[in-house]
């Protein structure tokens, strides 16, 4: 793969400034981090979930096949499940550890990409500075960077394969199809066939980007496609084992309902084939609203760039298949951001840097009003807001409205606006909505409080039952070493009758439910999200 050539006459200076970019990087992370760890708790239903299955592997000690109240987990493979055990073997059971995994993988992350971006344009020193600048200033992934979920450990393992894959197309060497197979095979233990989506587009349209591809095509997609089987091997090497402990219901539900099922007509989180169109703004925040980000990507001779061609179709080719897919959820997109990073850190690299222009005052002004919006919202009459946002604490809006001010008098002032500052806007912005955010839900997306009291019903003696869909919520929470019992609404009256002393837990509209039928008091009630976590038992004679 040939590259354009970069002045390289500062190499001796690489280091220092590449060590002062890195040492950057790592407190902004560290920022975003520890005010995270101050105010998240796990957060139902999917953080609870997932800490649930790692809690069921651990009691168990299954390594095989994950489990959630004892019943076989089909939905995710066990990767992250065997992180969190691993944490726990050394550190010892905590939350702490959950909530450190995903972080952890974006740290590793940006450093990776600062090295993806030297494989793509040696000598650009820029693009290896600015590459993880832009990443981790971008909204959506700095937003999902704390969050206890699989897209960081699969975004890792997409980075390690597109790596060995960059290697490999300036030299067909099989140290450098490693990292494929093995980027491949992880993410297939991550998360699933979904790493297809990410790495499969950019070794098959070799022919577009790499010169050694052109050169030998038979070598590339022969050694390549061995790669592949490799790395669809590793994820086999678990799921052929699984499916042969679990039976036929686990491994048709594994392989085919959370794969095909999803594609065509998804059980979750259906939407429409543009809805990535429409969310664009958000999820290309602040770039979007910076003209000189598009005139930077939007010019021609960029694509003659080789390794551009590269990082447009890992980022494209993404964009369409997660569109053409029924189920959408912004975080699936994470993956992509390094190749959106990759591509813009060469654009505004290659551009002379030229005087403040009145374009480049829109993220700030966009930063302000969003501030504006947070703290006006709420005092409208007649509009319905969330219930966070009906209680948000007033110095949230003020700090996202002093952060576009600043930025606008800053850039005034000095007269000249680069990535960096618009990066460190949004990461401020983050950290202050972070702690803005969980300080203004009280314990609506955390169920500590719950499980302190519901702890008191089992040291007591009181069992306890969940009346409706249950997702694992408690497992985790409360250590038990047995399924909770679950049972349907209709039936509570029945399960509380065979157990006078029992209490249920149920999810609800209303804090204080009517029940026509049969009469019951309410032992304890709590914001849950945007409804009500009820406990309820038979009235006290």
Not at 32 to 56: C, K, M, Q
Not at 160 to 169: D, F, N, P, T, Y
Not at 408 to 419: E, F, G
Request: charged fraction near 15%; hydrophobic fraction near 50%.
């Amino acid at each position: 793969m040939e590259n354009p050539q970069f002045d390289s006459s500062d190499h001796l200076k690489m280091p220092t400034t590449i060590m002062r970019s890195h040492a950057g990087i790592f407190t902004a992370w560290l920022l975003l981090t520890v005010v995270n760890l101050g105010f998240h708790r796990l957060i139902p239903l999917d953080e609870t979930r997932y800490a649930s299955v790692a809690w069921d592997m651990w009691v168990r000690q299954d390594w095989l096949v994950p489990h959630l109240n004892g019943i076989p987990y089909h939905h995710k493979p066990p990767l992250l499940f065997w992180i969190d055990n691993l944490g726990w073997a050394l550190f010892g059971v905590n939350e702490l550890w959950l909530l450190l995994v995903s972080p952890l993988c974006a740290l590793v992350s940006l450093y990776m990409l600062s090295y993806l971006a030297g494989q793509l344009w040696p000598g650009n020193q820029q693009a290896m500075r600015m590459a993880p600048w832009l990443l981790l200033g971008s909204l959506i992934w700095g937003a999902y960077l704390n969050g206890s979920m699989f897209d960081m450990l699969l975004g890792l393992c997409v980075l390690a394969a597109m790596i060995g894959l960059v290697k490999a197309s300036k030299n067909l060497d099989w140290r450098h199809w490693a990292w494929y197979a093995l980027g491949c095979g992880f993410g297939l233990l991550a998360k699933g066939p979904v790493v297809f989506m990410h790495i499969l587009a950019p070794f098959l349209l070799g022919l577009f980007w790499s010169d050694t591809a052109k050169r030998d095509p038979g070598k590339w997609y022969l050694q390549g496609g061995i790669a592949l089987v490799i790395g669809i091997s590793i994820g086999l090497a678990w799921a052929v084992p699984a499916v042969l402990n679990a039976g036929d219901a686990f491994g048709g539900t594994l392989l085919w309902h959370q794969t095909a099922d999803r594609v065509v007509n998804s059980f979750a989180h259906r939407r429409p084939l543009w809805w990535y169109l429409e969310l664009s703004p958000l999820i290309l925040f602040p770039w979007f609203f910076w003209p000189r980000f598009w005139q930077a990507v939007c010019r021609k001779e960029l694509f003659a760039d080789p390794s551009v061609r590269f990082c447009a179709i890992w980022f494209f080719a993404g964009i369409l298949g997660f569109s053409a897919i029924s189920g959408k959820q912004v975080h699936y997109l994470l993956p992509l951001m390094p190749a959106l990073a990759l591509l813009t850190s060469r654009a505004l690299t290659s551009r002379t840097p030229s005087d403040l222009r009145i374009g480049d005052f829109l993220p700030f002004a966009v930063i302000g009003l969003f501030g504006l919006g947070l703290l006006l919202l709420p005092m409208l009459p007649n509009v319905k807001t969330y219930h966070w946002l009906q209680n948000r604490q007033i110095w949230w809006p003020l700090a996202i409205i002093a952060t576009g001010i600043a930025g606008i008098a800053l850039k005034t002032r000095s007269r000249r606006l680069t990535p960096y500052s618009l990066s460190a806007s949004v990461i401020v912005v983050l950290a202050a909505s972070l702690a803005g955010f969980f300080s203004s839900t009280g314990n609506a997306f955390h169920l500590r409080d719950a499980a302190a009291q519901l702890e008191k019903y089992l040291k007591a003696g009181e069992p306890i039952a969940w009346a409706g869909k249950y997702d694992g919520q408690f497992l985790f929470l409360l250590r038990l070493k047995e399924p909770m019992a679950v049972i349907q609404p209709q039936d509570m009256a029945q399960w509380l009758s065979e157990h006078p002393h029992g209490h249920v837990v149920s999810i609800g509209p209303s804090q204080n439910p009517v029940n026509k039928r049969f009469k019951l008091q309410t032992d304890y009630a709590q914001p849950y999200r945007e409804e009500w976590l009820i406990v309820q038992s038979l009235p006290n004679s």
